[in-house]
């Protein structure tokens, strides 16, 4: 099965700027559509951005679209999570997950793959 490994986390000031990646090892990344998702202290996780596995296909949550920018490179078997202009809500443990369902989804049960998250904190 795929492990996932989130990094690039860290402290930004708002209106700055993160690059996250999500490095796969251990199966293809290709295989799997790519979901990234964040929870803040004491909130449910919620759904950010998804990749299909060709990257041809891409949500977002309203919260961060034209902000955030979900890519991959199957040949280097990441996904990156760009998030620009960031604000204080953002700050929260980002997640990737893998899921080999067809088509990608925002419900985060459907992803049965994921990495141990790393932390973006947005200060103001």
């Known amino acids: 099965q795929v492990q996932l490994a989130e990094s690039g986390g860290g402290l930004v000031q708002a209106g700055g700027s993160l690059r996250l990646s999500c490095a796969a090892s251990?199966?293809?990344?290709?295989?799997?559509?790519i979901g990234w998702f964040r929870q803040a202290p004491g909130k449910e996780r919620d759904f950010v951005a998804a990749?299909?596995?060709?990257?041809?296909?891409?949500e977002y949550a309203d919260s961060v679209k034209g902000r955030f920018t979900i890519s991959r490179d199957n040949a280097k078997n990441t996904v990156y999570l760009q998030m620009d202009s960031l604000k204080p809500e953002d700050t929260a443990v980002y997640y990737c997950?893998?899921?080999?369902?067809?088509?990608?989804?925002?419900?985060?049960?459907?992803?049965?793959?994921w990495g141990q998250g790393t932390q973006v904190t947005v200060s103001s």
């Open positions: 251990g199966r293809t990344l290709s295989n799997y559509n």
């Open positions: 997950a893998g899921s080999r369902r067809v088509g990608i989804s925002t419900n985060v049960y459907q992803y049965g793959y």
């Open positions: 990749s299909s596995t060709s990257g041809d296909i891409r």
